[in-house]
């Protein structure tokens, strides 16, 4: 036994056939990173020639080629000890960037997008949370290839190493040692490079674009942009009264819920409720999300102020805020508040944020009976869930003032609706449970609307409508929201319903900003502060020009004017220019035939905008 530990040990220290087991081992992980690139060609460019495939390889065929020839020079470079540590590293090394390329791969079928640090850091932030869904993601062919790949790197080479070493003929000598660090450095530079025209997210291989982004958000946002930090005076923000009969407010955000009007072609109305409302309703022309991502659009619609731009959730944390919220504003002023969410409390840590936007009391789907009520995703149940909770808080407070806040779920990732008879709205089973789910939603908008009406309370109650972000099912090869910057992704229904008033049409573009200004207009306040909030929809005053951003930091970001909307993508590819009045889809981009210095001023405008938003968060927490 001593001799075969021996034998082992020795083994060990001092592999044999490294040249034969080394190509065994990596030349399986390069030519993996090149079929999962071309799958995922075939899935999102089904019509992609020859020279587009090819440029879109580029990238992985190089980078394969690059790790190849890395470790065969490292370790051509190196002998005795040190070799060996070379050897093995290859090995851990490979088997990393192995999983990696199998994991962003799935990731990257679902969602149209990379993986990167700040994705993997936010799923493992977020592990209590997302385990469910993410297991439910995982698909029987991805499984296969992670085993494959440590089975391959493990077992492999030294059952097929051998053989191969025996087919070489020869060491290679020192000009071919130079010639090999040569193209080591050319083909590392052409796995950094993708065509203007082409994404590079998309183009760049996984390790590669993992590599980048760090680089890229560094540089994103010049700090020379930034004028000065804007002043957030919570402490100075108030109302004042200015009618003395004051009405409730409701305000509903509907999880992942799209404007209509971004929708295909169905074979029936899918938001027949809210289709209803629009002419009574104090809309804008289009509106939109400030940032998709829910915990951010929660806290720009109830805050009036931009959210932190970040992916750690910190508007969860005690004193993050630079604003007095709705709920506090009113609370000043005599009124009882409440939120209710047909979603688990726990994610994003909801009722910490909850409780920084001023409102008394929080009741998560965790608190409510779920007997007779059907799931809706893993995040929670059917929104109608929520009636029995909100009557009976109702009750106790009609006789005073009061503010509800609701967000529903129902729309959000994975559309489950487990149990709901399915209406045919469109022939892609994925798109049409979707647009099941922000049926319900409108559905239970319905619902809402006609309680406050058998409790009397109908006319007495303003109701804001609206989205927290949209969805993408793949119209610009993105799927889902964080960062889906065209108008499937950050335009919104945004209706402001005061039973007392007409409906009106505003003019151009709005975001959620304007919510709290034009919401203590409508309820009889005057907002006094030294913080800039938007002006209220119904003030007459122009809303300028309107930002949106992607949760990733230097990703992208939009801005809107009238009916023109400029894409900035940060040189991941050329920036796109849309006329929303004549091309809702954004199908015809104008980026080409633009005025280059218009372009220059939008871009401009969208990252000072974010510089300065993220000096005045750095100002107010005390230069964090």
């Not at 090394?93 to 079928?109: C, P, R, Y």
Request: a negative charge; aromatic letters at 8%; proline letters at 6%.
């Amino acid at each position: 036994m001593t001799a075969v530990r021996l034998k082992f040990t020795q083994s060990f220290l001092n592999p044999r056939h490294v040249w034969g087991r080394l190509l065994v081992l990596l030349i399986p992980v390069a030519v993996l990173g090149v079929w999962l690139k071309a799958l995922r060609i075939g899935s999102f460019f089904p019509d992609a020639g020859i020279a587009e495939t090819l440029t879109k390889l580029l990238s992985d065929v190089s980078f394969g080629a690059a790790w190849v020839l890395l470790w065969l020079l490292v370790c051509w470079l190196t002998s005795g000890a040190a070799r060996t540590v070379a050897f093995y590293l290859a090995h851990m090394a490979t088997l990393v960037v192995g999983i990696f390329t199998v994991v962003n791969h799935e990731f990257a079928i679902r969602t149209g997008k990379p993986l990167t640090w700040e994705e993997m850091s936010y799923a493992w932030r977020q592990q209590g949370q997302l385990s469910s869904l993410l297991g439910s993601q995982v698909s029987n062919s991805a499984i296969a290839l992670l085993i494959g790949v440590v089975l391959g790197t493990l077992l492999l080479p030294p059952i097929l190493g051998p053989q191969v070493s025996r087919l070489l003929n020869r060491r290679p000598g020192r000009r071919i040692k130079l010639v090999a660090a040569a193209a080591l450095a050319g083909l590392i530079a052409l796995s950094s490079w993708s065509a203007p025209t082409v994404s590079a997210a998309f183009a760049l291989a996984a390790p590669v674009q993992l590599a980048v982004t760090p680089v890229r958000e560094a540089m994103a946002y010049p700090a020379s942009l930034a004028e000065a930090s804007p002043v957030l005076t919570p402490e100075t923000t108030k109302l004042v009264e200015r009618d003395a009969e004051h009405k409730n407010l409701v305000v509903i955000t509907l999880e992942s819920h799209r404007a209509t009007s971004t929708l295909p072609e169905t074979k029936q109305p899918v938001t027949p409720v809210m289709d209803a409302l629009a002419d009574s309703a104090i809309r804008p022309e289009r509106g939109y999300s400030v940032l998709p991502h829910t915990s951010k659009a929660l806290t720009a619609v109830t805050c009036g102020v931009v959210p932190p731009l970040d992916s750690e959730n910190t508007e969860a944390e005690p004193g993050s805020l630079p604003a007095k919220c709705l709920p506090e504003l009113l609370t000043e002023q005599g009124y009882s508040t409440a939120f209710f969410q047909s979603a688990t409390e726990h994610f994003e840590r909801r009722r910490a944020t909850v409780a920084n936007f001023g409102y008394q009391r929080f009741t998560p789907v965790d608190e409510m009976s779920s007997a007779g009520f059907r799931r809706a995703n893993y995040f929670g149940y059917e929104d109608d869930i929520m009636l029995g909770p909100q009557r009976e808080w109702i009750s106790e407070h009609m006789d005073e003032p009061f503010m509800m806040g609701v967000l529903t779920v129902t729309g959000h990732h994975d559309y489950a609706l487990e149990g709901f008879d399915l209406i045919d709205f469109v022939d892609d089973p994925l798109l049409n449970k979707y647009l099941n789910a922000i049926h319900c939603q409108d559905q239970y908008v319905g619902h809402v609307l006609e309680m406050f009406k058998e409790l009397g309370l109908y006319d007495n109650t303003v109701f804001v409508i609206t989205g927290d972000h949209g969805e993408g099912f793949g119209e610009h090869t993105v799927y889902q929201h964080d960062n889906t910057i065209h108008d499937e992704g950050i335009r919104i229904p945004y209706l402001i319903v005061d039973p007392s008033r007409d409906g009106e049409l505003i003019d151009g573009p709005a975001n959620q900003l304007a919510v709290l200004p034009t919401a203590v207009d409508l309820l009889g306040f005057n907002l006094v502060s030294d913080t800039a909030y938007q002006p209220s929809l119904t003030s007459g005053e122009d809303q300028g020009p309107v930002v949106a951003t992607c949760l990733a930091r230097g990703r992208c970001t939009a801005t809107m004017v009238g009916d023109m909307k400029l894409i900035h993508n940060f040189g991941d590819r050329r920036d796109e220019v849309y006329n929303l009045s004549v091309d809702p889809y954004e199908t015809n981009d104008l980026a080409a035939d633009a005025d280059a210095s218009w372009m220059a001023e939008q871009r401009d405008i969208a990252l000072k905008w974010y510089v300065e938003a993220e000096l005045a968060y750095a100002d107010y927490r005390g230069g964090e």
